[in-house]
């Protein structure tokens, strides 16, 4: 097997059609098609279900895609680092949510100026969305929440991230929290200064992100842990909005105590002061555990680390 096959194969499960990969890669379709019978015959697989005119992927074909897609990429590497002597290049740098706007930025900065002729492409989506596009090796490494189970995944914690429960500053007058702060009123202590437990939050409303990301994932969990049913109000990938509908009290949110520091700050967000263990959760590099640890992939590493304060 060459080369030439994975580049078809490759250019066939992506499109899903040899009409297109054909079209894609300026060859005729029988030439492409013999490629991946070719493949077929000589690992004794089924890469494509035909029916009719469609192709489906197999399961087989997902496991060959994999590798397939890191051996054109490690290949892709050697010819421009090989070619490049000046070390000029891309680097492909993915983020969740969160980690995406927890100093994101200012590390793309930092490495561009030990990198200046480098090109960085950035990739910022849920935690599900960025683990298939480092599987899929659409990107180089990613800036995760918590850590990735995946066998074929590293994930290198490098910076805390603590997880609390937010809300808009008089969150004593919220309706799921007004029976909970009765029991406060005859004291001299302020009603705001009471201990919650988590199981006070059962009949809030809840501001969350969406299904797939890390904060949603540790949300669940907890509600599993506590026996909660969680209700869910809201649901944004956006953690502004979310942000914002917290502070017009519609709900209380869970997200990382480094998102919300500049609205507690200002007075116009406060986290709960729960009784339980804060949440604990680190930000973490996730990359392929077959990835080629370039100069620069490891220079962006190195970054990371320095910058976990």
Sequence with gaps: ??????????????????????ENLHLSQPSVTLAIQELEHYYGIELFARIGRRLL????????????????????????????AD????????ASVTAGNDGFTALIRRFQSLHPTFRIEVKIHNYQQIEKAIL????????????????????????ENLMVFVAAPNYASLPCLKEQFK?????????????????????????LRESGSACRSLFDSLMLLYDMEGNILWESSSTEAILSA??????????????????VSNGSLMILPIQEPLLSRNFSILYHKNKYMTPAVKDFIKLCQEGAT
């Design 246 to 263: 917290v502070r017009e009290g519609f709900g209380i949110s869970l997200l990382s105590s480094r998102l919300v520091q500049k609205e």
């Design 183 to 207: 029991t406060a009123q005859d004291t001299t202590s302020p009603p705001t200064k009471k201990q919650l437990s988590v199981r006070d939050l059962e009949s809030c409303d809840f501001i």
């Design 87 to 94: 070390a000029s290049g891309t680097l492909r740098v993915g």
């Design 136 to 159: 899929e090796n659409q990107i180089d490494l990613a800036l995760i929440e918590g850590n990735s189970t995946h066998p074929q995944l590293i994930s290198q914690p490098y910076k």
């Design 57 to 84: 992927l197999t399961d087989h074909a997902h496991s060959f895609y994999r590798y397939s897609s890191h051996i054109i990429s490690l290949y892709d590497e050697m010819e421009q680092s090989v070619k490049n």
């Design 1 to 22: 097997m060459t080369l030439r096959h994975l580049r078809i194969f490759v250019a066939v499960y992506q499109t899903c059609s040899i009409t297109r990969a054909a």
